[in-house]
């Protein structure tokens, strides 16, 4: 591009290897402000105080190759990149629940069949596999039961504003202390409502209960309507049957009635039998599935009062940083991409930077001290001592 458009001639090597420097830099400004964090010297950045503040977190997935390897995949495998987003937002208090009934996407039935899919096409299901079935002509759509028009009436969900990112290939431990730094440098604890929104993985509640333990945890409600579509489904005697299972109880958890969808699971349980001791089961068997389902709805009951996360105006899905891990991976992570861990970090950082809004990559460029040419030697100890 740099050659069609400015006719400058650089090699993609070369531009790599400037990138990994700038991610460089920028990781060592992030692990500075972490440090400042943990010695309590960290100061926020941000005079205003946000209305609405919303940290939501989960892990994306790169390629990467052994410890030494020159380019190319040599002993590569796939690890963990962990991504936070940090959002700001506009939204109001209410006196009753802005929008008490399931919304109409979660009531069309080819819409949720896809969605619960490319969820367990990602991993986000853990071992829960969503077999591609052909649907019969009658039940591609579900009928909308009602109209959204409280969503515009009342202005929910919260209006998303400035969005910033944190990203590292580095343990939760680490991890966890790095997002809690840009709250504070963005002001968060002072915010009028905090929400920490996520899926509801054991690293992530960890973090939350460490670091953010005064913002009011939400568990993400689409891996919610994923679990029990795939225990209805699991289930049901017909499509009808499953689909009518499905609906009841994902109106029932988004009206906060989890607890009667954790009996009705468990009468299912105790219908099925108990798990076989020794016995491997499929992953589609019943028992599987709703004892998953089951203990995945049991794990995160606290996390689910949804009716009143819409009266405090706050989101409950973690859209926002499903949506940002798929713009990192358009950078990370591909058949043909296989990364040293260091470099992977660093492109992390630049790619974090691009990805928020509000210019920091922009003022680290100006205020960045680099020559105007450079050379690059091989790493001999001609070059080392260049």
């Not at 969820?119 to 829960?128: I, T």
Request: contains cysteine; aromatic residues 8%; charged residues 30%.
């Amino acid at each position: 591009m740099l050659g069609q458009l400015a006719e400058v001639t650089i090699s993609g090597r070369q531009v790599g290897r400037i990138t990994e420097e700038i991610g460089q830099e920028m990781a060592e400004k992030r692990d500075l402000k972490t440090n400042q964090f943990q010695d309590k010297t960290l100061a926020s950045a941000v005079i205003g105080v946000p209305r609405v503040a919303v940290v939501e977190m989960d892990g994306g997935r790169f390629l990467a190759r052994g410890c030494g390897s020159g380019p190319g995949s040599h002993e590569a495998s796939w690890k963990e990149d962990k991504i936070a987003c940090l959002v700001t937002m506009g939204g109001d208090l209410f006196d009753r629940d802005p929008h008490p009934e399931l919304p109409a996407c979660f009531r069309d039935r080819k819409a949720v069949a896809k969605l619960v899919r490319g969820l367990a096409a990602q991993g986000a299901l853990g071992d829960l596999v969503e077999e591609a079935a052909e649907e019969d002509q009658a039940a591609e759509s579900a009928p909308a039961d009602a109209e959204d028009t409280a969503v515009d009436e009342l202005e929910w969900p919260p209006r998303p504003l400035v969005r910033t990112s944190v990203a590292t290939t580095q343990a939760s431990e680490a991890f966890g202390p790095m997002v809690a730094a840009e709250a504070r440098a963005r002001n968060f604890d002072r915010a009028e409502r905090k929400a920490f929104v996520a899926d509801g993985g054991k690293w992530i509640w960890s973090i939350q209960k460490v670091y953010f333990p005064k913002y009011t945890a939400i568990n993400d409600f689409i891996h919610v309507v994923s679990y029990v579509y795939l225990a209805a489904k699991a289930v049901g005697s017909s499509a009808e049957a499953h689909w009518d299972m499905y609906l009841g109880w994902a109106t029932a958890c988004w009206q906060g009635q989890v607890e009667t969808v954790i009996e009705e699971l468990t009468h299912w349980q105790k219908r099925l039998g108990p798990m076989p001791e020794g016995l491997e089961l499929p992953k589609s068997d019943p028992r599987q599935v709703v004892s998953k389902s089951l203990t995945y709805l049991e794990n995160n009951r606290t996390r689910m009062n949804y009716p009143e996360y819409r009266r405090q105006g706050l989101p409950t899905m973690s859209g926002l940083v499903e949506s940002l891990i798929k713009q990192f991976n358009y950078r990370v992570k591909g058949t043909e991409k296989s990364w040293l861990l260091e470099n992977a970090e660093s492109i992390l950082q630049v790619r974090a930077a691009l990805l928020s809004e509000d210019e920091r990559l922009e003022r680290h460029m100006d205020g960045r001290m680099c020559l105007p040419f450079r050379r690059y030697k091989r790493d001999t100890d001609e070059g080392k001592a260049a």
